[in-house]
């Protein structure tokens, strides 16, 4: 990380200094604004998980660090116009971002060499409780870079056969495990230094979300039920009027231009009405641009999600489906109060109805806001179980910052465009025969 942000700054002084007006800067000027640089570099790469080299993919990295780049630059040009006095030219900065861009494939390439030649992927046991946690086994072996799970073997064998497992392995993984067991699972393998990985129930979420009391000699975590705070909602309102505003404002031709091809293709309605709840349940109308044909619902007879080769999308709406254009009406949405920028996203009446059903804490979502983006569309992927997205927007509810919102901000620009929180519904086909392979295989070894 220290030697990538070194070798950007020394990239930018230069071309400051061959590209624009150095000597406007005594003394120790130019070093303040270098220095500003890193700092950018810095804040734009950790909100992007561009320096993670052990966890993401090269071209995961390779995106969230040109996107880092391109608005670190972006802001530095402006800045060196404020400084200038008027607008400079901005080709230095573009052979800036050209050059950065070069270097930044190169060392991503060469870290993520090194650091699979210095660690080799973990060999793990996977401890099972339900055919359901099998499953991520299947999600685990995408990335046999970083895990390696050898094993799986089911809490029905008994704590002791499982303990006699674990010597073989660096690691293990508890999935849906019954309460006793995790917890004489969990002791004994921090006993022993044994690397663990837990796969959190709803209660650990509300639990890690929780805040310590130190009032007394016992220890005390204090689970708050209201979501985020009253001055966090003043400070989270805010945010999403100023931002939606100047959104609204820049992207206004954006706006005028694909109302005008909607129109000009079938002469139906621009925009598209669909009732969505949000915080406490109230419902709203939220608003996209019709990617559909005309009343698409009503002729199909049916809810139902629009698949990728879908008849009923026009061709207009293929096209701000795949740039995501068709969620920029939402912005209205934020003005108006019935949406925030980040928030778990808000569902119809009728999925909420069933996911309640088969899931109570479902209802937990709506202790905040819908929002436009959130920590599920950022680390879920479309296939995802609703059950897992639960889970990662309670992660979100419970962990509320300032700092986390402008950092899901950030991470939706990478998420636009990467393919992978795209993955449909053939994807998750295949990963359920898979999983009914591996539990079939299980069972076979059980038997014999």
């Not at 993401?56 to 040009?77: C, E, P, S, W």
């Not at 005390?220 to 609204?248: C, E, N, W, Y």
């Amino acid at each position: 990380m220290i030697l990538e942000i070194v070798l950007f700054c020394v990239l930018y002084y230069a071309v400051w200094r061959e590209g624009y007006d150095s000597d406007a800067f005594y003394f120790k000027g130019k070093y303040v604004l270098t220095g500003v640089y890193a700092l950018l570099i810095l804040i734009m790469f950790s909100n992007l998980d561009g320096f993670l080299f052990d966890q993401r993919r090269a071209l995961d990295l390779t995106l969230g660090q040109t996107i880092g780049l391109f608005l670190v630059n972006f802001i530095t040009y402006f800045q060196l116009c404020l400084i200038a006095n008027h607008m400079i030219s901005p080709l230095p900065i573009l052979y800036l971002f050209a050059g950065e861009f070069i270097l930044a494939v190169g060392l991503i390439f060469i870290f993520k060499k090194i650091y699979h030649r210095l660690y080799a992927p973990h060999s793990l046991l996977l401890v099972y409780g339900s055919d359901n946690a099998v499953s991520l086994k299947i999600k685990m072996d995408e990335r046999k870079d970083k895990y390696n799970i050898k094993k799986l073997i089911s809490v029905d064998e008994g704590m002791e056969a499982v303990c006699k497992e674990l010597e073989g392995y660096d690691g293990v993984i508890f999935n849906d495990l019954p309460a006793q067991f995790r917890n004489d699972l969990l002791k004994y393998c921090y006993q022993r230094d044994i690397r663990t990985y837990i796969v959190p129930k709803i209660s650990d979420i509300l639990v890690r979300g929780g805040k310590n009391i130190n009032l007394f000699d016992t220890p005390l975590i204090h689970i708050k039920q209201t979501g985020i705070s009253l001055p966090q909602r003043i400070i989270k309102r805010l945010m999403d009027i100023v931002f939606s505003a100047i959104i609204l404002i820049l992207a206004s031709p954006i706006l005028l231009g694909v109302a005008i091809a909607i129109k000009l293709e079938d002469g139906g309605d621009v925009f598209y009405k669909q009732r969505r709840m949000t915080l406490g349940g109230k419902e709203f109308d939220i608003l996209k641009f019709r990617s559909m044909i005309q009343d698409a619902e009503k002729l199909s007879g049916a809810v139902l999600s629009a698949g990728e080769n879908d008849p009923r999308i026009t061709k207009v709406g293929k096209f701000v489906r795949a740039t995501r254009l068709d969620e920029i009406p939402q912005f209205i949405n934020i003005l108006k109060g019935d949406m925030s920028i980040v928030g778990p996203r808000p569902e119809r009446r009728v999925f909420v109805e069933e996911f309640c059903e088969k899931m109570p804490e479902f209802a937990y979502r709506m202790k905040v806001k819908g929002g436009l983006t959130g920590y599920a569309q950022i680390y879920g992927k479309y296939n995802t179980s609703p059950y897992d997205k639960l889970r990662l927007d309670l992660m979100y509810i419970e962990n509320y910052s300032l700092q986390l919102d402008i950092k899901l901000i950030i991470l939706t620009i990478k998420i636009i465009f990467s393919k992978e929180s795209t993955e449909g519904e053939e994807l998750a086909e295949i990963n359920r025969k898979k999983t009914e392979a591996l539990l079939e295989e299980l069972r076979k070894k059980k038997d014999s």
